[in-house]
């Protein structure tokens, strides 16, 4: 929880008090204080927005603040606070304002080389979680390609269950990476002018095998002449393929999965009931499903860092609960909108767009 | 016409071991160097048709080893092939010559038909 700070007295040195307490994230500015409307500091804190007042004593009472920087060094206002229940506030004089601000940054910068050291952490180890897994992997992949001879159908099976749990493995290291970076800020899209076509249907070719095992009917519809979008393709494809596994994991035997690129009017990203004058083409890509569906007051907390529905639903379907939290962060990164509609019982239709590229 | 010579330089022993069964089996012979110096010695050595290149590696990274590569031979194509998580954001990796980013492990991608593909796109030629 940040530290609130509210500041009494409207003197020129209270301007640059604003903007250095405004750039620590260790601190909130609730507000500034003075009894003159038109002085130096009650024009910059009204310029930028801050609450002020003239009221002291109401002003205490609704900025709930942690410390009061007392800029002032007036004894007429310093008995004025005297008479005002500050309770919980703290008052401090500009001297000691000077050592909070020393205070929070030092904070500041540890949370930030922890930050580091974390990223940095998990980085290497996922280096070592995958160096052995690809080994695993491309083992089983020879046996499983015929390489290293004919094998029975009994064992083909297990060696089936070992590949989807590999790829599991990896999808979570991957995952776990993606959130480290976006949490630390580090991560970065390389954009270009892509088809998104051509992404699409790189994304569907491995679903399709693990669409055959289900014995779902995977379909692509997309629309003829779509133009070009700018994003970042590696990211692109990897919402295409976290959403369509999502669909096969949460679509029984027998039922369909089906993505869909067109071309959407929508404003900020997001497509609207109705076209209005105004709204940017975009491209939309939607993965329907006739899996179990979702209830409504859930659509908003898919989109959470683990926040698959229940606990339950991840013994029975596996996950990380991290793969659509990271689908909304890249999408929103792109300047697109990701959401979901869904009934339950009939199946799911999650939908993302993007900007065109120019 | 002889077979088209690859040389592999990865520290991973099994993983080293498992990918020149592989690449044996497409047709190529196969050449394997355990760190950048043996890689070097090979390269001057063996004369390969093309590269395949592991990022981290004790004493010498891939990067390094690229570099010293690019003294010897500027021309000879370089796959990266590698578990490192930030495989394409390598500083100064572009103005190296870097064929193809392959990752070694990936979710539901197949590793190594993307390993096939970048190799027939580098030597301009199918494996076999």
Redesign the interface.
Known sequence: MPTRVLIAGGGEKVISLINTLNGLKDIELAGLCDNREDSAGMMHAKAIGLPCSTDLSAFMQSSKADIIIDTSGSPEFQKALGRIDLQPARIIDSKAAELLIYLAREKESAVQEVGRMKSEFI?TT??EL??????I???V??ILDG?AGEFSSQQGFFLKIAKRNI??L??LI?DL?DISKIESGRM?L?KAPCDIEVLARKALE??RV?AEDKRLKLGAEFEAGLPQVSCDA?KITQVI?NLL?NAIKYTASGGAVNIKVSKCLSVNGLKPQEPKPGFEDFIEVSVKDTGVGIEKEDFSRLFLKFGQLDGSMTRRFGGTGLGLAICKELISMHGGEIWVESDVGKGSMFSFTLPLAN | MGKTKVLLIDD?Y??QE??S??MG?WGYDVIKASDGKEAIDLLLKENPDIIILDY?MPDMDGLEVLKKIRELNKNIPVIMFT????T??FEGSDTLGIAAFIP?????????SSLKTALNLALKKPAC
């Open positions: 980085s996922s280096h995958r160096t052995p897994l690809a080994a992997k491309e083992s992949m020879l390489t790829d599991r990896a999808t991957n990476l970065r390389k491995p679903m693990l590696d393929t596994s | 991973e099994d993983f498992l990918m069964i592989r089996g981290i578990a490192h998580p930030d394409k954001s070694k492990l990936s979710a539901y991608e197949d590793a190594q």
